[in-house]
């Protein structure tokens, strides 16, 4: 069974600074990987996906995520973060899109940019 | 989010009362999804439909219904709220990638 895993509930980063929120997935095939960002009261907003070819994905608002295969990992990740960038964020894996068609989501993790 | 809307965005009842929130979407996607989800905290899937006249339920057992008449509509149905039924309800449509509705808050007095 595909699962996925937000290991830190929590991130605080200084605005300036980069940022990376940790995800690890689990699936019995090929992963395709999602990062979603939800802001108050609002639904899920799509950030990037990795579906195959080159392991750095760049996404929306400079966010951009790097699949390790080896290590089954796929951090998002942001060189110089902003105040703007606080929200939660999730972590999706689904294994192909034409089987399951449900996206096992992560419990979530909470951004705090620090001004 | 996409071409998802779903209404109210707020609402707040008393319990026992019926309610339906509503989703809808112009993209003409077969597969729609429901989830709840505290503030803050993780979504859980509760129904899911792959079609018209397609309903499942999901991993979270809900009390709410679903009906998918046609394909844009996906209304999401409780038949007398509690205020355990309070959260948020996001609607959700895929493809390759899934996409979310605004959400509806919902708080059951």
């Known amino acids: 069974a595909q699962s996925v895993a937000q290991p830190e509930d929590q991130v605080n980063v200084a605005e300036g600074n980069p940022l990376t929120v940790k995800c690890t997935y689990s699936?019995?095939?090929?992963?395709?990987l999602f990062w979603y960002v939800q802001y108050p009261n609002r639904g899920l907003q799509f950030l990037l996906k990795?579906?195959?070819?080159?392991?750095l994905v760049k996404g929306s608002y400079g966010f951009e995520a790097e699949f390790n295969k080896s290590q089954t990992s796929f951090h998002l990740k942001k060189p110089s973060a902003l105040v703007s960038d606080s929200a939660l964020y999730f972590c999706a894996v689904r294994d192909h899109p034409w089987g399951d068609d449900k996206i096992i989501f992560g419990k979530g993790t909470r951004l705090h940019i620090l001004p | 989010e996409a071409d998802i809307y779903q209404t109210p965005r707020y609402l707040v009842i008393g319990t026992g009362k019926k309610i339906t929130l509503e989703c809808s979407q112009t993209?003409?996607?077969?597969?729609m999804y429901w989830y709840q989800q505290d503030p803050g905290m993780e979504l859980h899937l509760i129904h899911y439909s792959y079609g018209v006249n397609s309903t499942e339920k999901g991993d979270l057992s809900s009390e709410s219904t679903v009906s998918r008449i046609r394909t844009e509509h996906f209304p999401l149905t409780l038949e007398s709220a509690r205020p355990s039924h309070t959260s948020q309800y996001l609607c959700a449509t895929i493809t390759d990638t899934q996409y979310f509705g605004p959400g509806t808050r919902l708080t059951v007095l």
């Open positions: 990795y579906i195959t070819g080159d392991n």
């Open positions: 993209m003409g996607h077969d597969k």
């Open positions: 699936v019995s095939g090929n992963p395709y």
